[in-house]
């Protein structure tokens, strides 16, 4: 068959649901061949938003994400979302075209080495040369992607490659079982675990694409030891748990960090170095840290784990839940204290209410307002930090932010990719102005897919984290302000339903409303980020973790 018709058929061989992006003059054989496919062509209005979807994709489904650009101006657009899925442990298959390899009658018009560009990051990256090749190094990309840590790879389909004859076919798609660990490093985890005084489990981003959350639960359950999370560990389990104390939004200071501080073990399932560290690690040795995870840690000066379970942290998880008995030695007192103290600073409703809205009071209307199940996709901005520290995760993959790349442009694509995975449940996309202004062009996407999307823009004319690090290092107001168009009238300009909070109190209604009625609704909600200088700078400051 034609190469390109052999490249789709292998990629519906691995299962393959959507290709998102936007195809080029050198994709067309590939395009012709995809058109009586199964595979669903989502064409997005730049390649960056496509990346992001196929990222969330993966993400979501533990399946490789696949998306599609030309040559120059298309691949690089590509650079983005293929560095964002690899920090962030998100299997995706970047596929670009380039200009005919064996005989080209246009010089180097736009042509620069992407393979060498994707290498970086990717975990693999390379020009098809033979339509004899295609089948093996589909396969091979899939397998790559979708292994731990999973992460982005890229395939260059030439043109003249994709229209040559193949007599290939697809390889069988098999599984490959996860190792376990050994039975002495299970019985050395528990046995540290037993001597320890205050052990404490941390839930980390890998722990969220391993569906673990029964047998975290099970440990829990049977030990009664306290829990925290990171930011892409929200939700593992669920933070409704009477054992759950927060999560660390930030790196230290915190109400958390009085109780990691205080923790002489720490349990760290599915940590990741990629991800903002939510503590430090020092040369006294006074905190022992237990790596489980898919894969050795990888060290640094303030992660340096005395001990390591690697393998399938189901299998691993389970065999330590049996092994683990109670232990006189516990003592639970502090993290109970500390977390009605968390419970008072950080998750109990504001006491009052304004307008413009204060973050907390925005966290706390979106919680009391959307399903148990709903998907909030987040940009990254200084309403992350406050979503990620107030708003409590019920469900595993229901808070979708990034703490590794902690890219911009990202929350509108991510929210169009978790809505065609979860067409049934809620979806919102929660944006700050500037992130949002990256890839708004994908309402177009989401109205011409007619999803029911709710796009959450938390107005405040400025780049807001930066303000508030502009602010906290003592340096004067300056470059960080900017206009914004009409929301409303932008929204409806493509399709969608526009809508301005302009008082106190008004945010959960129209939030209600907006999940009720099927459409894409953009909700411009003012935000007062005074709460930023008052909290993090003042209250944090002095509280005191001698309870």
Known sequence: ??????????????????????????????????????????LTRHEQGAGFMAATYGRLTGKCGVCLATLGPGATNFVTPASYALLGGMPVLFI??????????QGRFQIIDVIQMMKPITKFSKQIVDANNIAHLIRECFRIAQSEKPGSVHLELPEDIASEESERIPFQVSEVDPPRAAWHAIETAVKMIEVAQRPLLLIASGASRNEIHQELHGFLEKTGIYFCNTQMGKGVVDERHPQFLGTAALSNDDYLHCAINR????????????????????????????????????????????????????????????????????DFDYFLRIKSEIE??????????????????????????????????????????????HYKAFHPNTVLLDNALATMGAGLPVAIGAKLVHPE?????????????MNSQEMETAVRLNLHLVVIILRDNA??????????????????DFGNPDFVKYAESYGAKGHRITQ????????????????????????????????????????????
């Open 96 to 105: 670009t075209g380039q200009k005919p390899i064996k005989k080209s009658k």
């Open 504 to 547: 106190d109190k008004e945010f959960s209604k129209k939030l209600t409303e907006c999940l009720k009625v099927r459409a894409v609704h953009l909700i411009e909600v003012p935000i007062d980020y005074t709460e930023n200088q008052r909290v993090f700078y003042k209250e944090l400051k002095s509280k005191t973790c001698l309870l």
């Open 463 to 480: 780049y807001g984290m930066i303000k508030w690090k502009q602010a906290g290092e003592q340096f004067p107001d300056f470059g960080l």
């Open 263 to 330: 923790a002489d073990l720490i349990i760290n399932v599915g940590h990741d170095v990629t991800e903002k560290p939510p503590f430090f690690m020092d040369e006294t040795g006074r905190l022992k840290v237990i790596h489980a995870s898919f894969y050795p840690a990888q060290m640094d000066d303030i992660y340096f784990p005395q001990h390591e379970v690697i393998g399938c942290l189901k299998t691993n998880l389970e065999k330590m839940t049996q092994k683990i008995k109670k232990s006189p030695n516990w």
């Open 344 to 389: 008072e600073h950080v998750y109990a409703p504001p006491a009052e209410t304004r307008f413009p809205n204060t973050p907390q009071q925005i966290v706390a209307e979106v919680r009391a307002t959307v399903a148990d199940d709903a998907i909030l996709c987040f940009d990254n901005g200084m309403y992350k930090i406050w979503f990620a520290r």
């Open 425 to 437: 449940r809620q979806v919102l996309a929660i944006c700050g102005d500037g992130g949002f202004m």
């Open 1 to 42: 068959m034609k190469a390109s018709d052999l490249f789709i058929k292998c990629l519906e061989n691995e299962g393959v649901k959507y290709i998102f992006g936007i195809p080029g003059e050198e994709n067309l054989d590939l395009l012709e061949s995809l058109r009586t496919s199964s595979i669903k062509l989502i």
